[in-house]
């Protein structure tokens, strides 16, 4: 068996060695930024097959959801990676002073822990599912944005209907 050939990497055209078990399927190294892109490229082909544009969606795979959710109940709860992707996690930051935690500013306070936030929004809204999970955030981002930065004008941007919307996998 000979010496296996480096690859230049689809991403940032670095030379790099591929795994010996994927020799000729790899296009990516292993840089963090490179496999994102990767994983980008895969779902992007995968997407472009017309029988699996419709892969999720439309009424059949809504009731499916919608069924399995029924048959288990706080799936999400028991789980440790319930989220397709999971999240990279932040060291939390102790501060032992609590006069210092009313100076910080809100969005300073809510960075530092991403995943208490996903928790909270599951919990609140009985969701777990990634993309439902993601919908409900850009919905609580304008309306934190509209509450920080209020519109000159009357009411704002946030659609005060919004929040009442179920969201549909």
């Given amino acids: ?83 397709q992707d999971p999240l990279i996690g932040q060291p939390s930051v102790n501060i032992d002073d609590t006069n210092e935690l009313e100076c910080d500013a809100l969005q300073d306070l809510l960075s530092t822990q991403p995943s208490v936030l996903i928790g909270l929004i599951a919990n609140f809204t009985g969701l777990a599912l990634q993309d439902d999970i993601a919908k409900t955030v850009r919905r609580l981002q304008q309306l934190g944005q509209d509450i920080i930065n209020p519109a000159t004008q009357k009411g704002g941007r946030y659609d005060e209907t919004a929040h009442l919307e179920t969201p549909h996998p």
Wanted: hydrophobic share 25%.
């Fill in 1 to 83: 068996m000979g010496a296996i050939k480096r690859k230049r990497c689809k991403h940032c055209k670095k030379l790099f060695i591929p795994d010996p078990r994927n020799t000729k399927g790899q296009s990516f190294c292993s840089e963090p930024e490179c496999r994102y892109a990767s994983k980008k490229d895969s779902q992007r082909r995968w997407l472009g097959k017309p029988e699996n544009r419709d892969y999720f969606r439309g009424p059949e795979n809504v009731a499916r959801v919608q069924q399995w959710r029924r048959a288990n109940p706080g799936y999400w709860r028991k789980t440790k990676n319930a989220l």
